[in-house]
Every structure is written in structure tokens, then in C-alpha cells.
């Protein structure tokens, strides 16, 4: 078998082409998500299902329907955690 696999080799530089090589993307190296689920949108801020779904409802987190999925967009969370700090700054 390892001869085999140097004939191989031998035969890929006799050619003079390189080796295929396979490329995988680290997670942290991809593009960021642009919509998350509620599900996502809820663990990223900590709290349940359920309480997302309560605040989008209350109007408090802007989301989006893509077709029957109701998706949120990190700069709502941002700005609903933003919305919630002002309030805490100016009530102290």
C-alpha cells in the first residue's frame, strides 16, 4: 500500500501539478450570521424561548419574518441591551 502511495506522488510531480489541497473554515474565520433564530437570539442575551418570544411580542426586540421562521438580527439585541442600560444609567 505505501507503494501506492508514492507512485502516486511520483506521479503528481512529474506532472508538476500540486497536490489537491481541501480548505475548511474555522467557525470563527466565517462571516457572522445576519439572522438568528429565537432560539439563538434568546441564549446569546440569557433568557428562555419563551421570554424572546414574550419581548418581540411586547415590541421591545424588532425581528423579521422569513416565511414562516421569525428571525432577529444581532443589532436588535444589541440595541435592546443598549435600550435596557440607558434605563438602569438614568434610574440610578
Known sequence: ?????????EMVS???AAPPTISIAHPSERAPRLL??????AERIGICRSNMFKIIRQGDI????????RRVTP???EDFVRRLS????SAA
Do not use: C, H, N
Request: charged content about 30%.
Open 62 to 69: 424588532e425581528s423579521v419574518k422569513v416565511g414562516r421562521l
Open 36 to 41: 438568528l433564530t429565537v432560539e439563538e437570539a
Open 1 to 9: 500500500m505505501g507503494q501506492l502511495t508514492y507512485g502516486a506522488r
Open 14 to 16: 512529474e506532472l508538476g
Open 86 to 89: 440607558a434605563r438602569e444609567d
Open 75 to 77: 443589532a436588535a439585541l
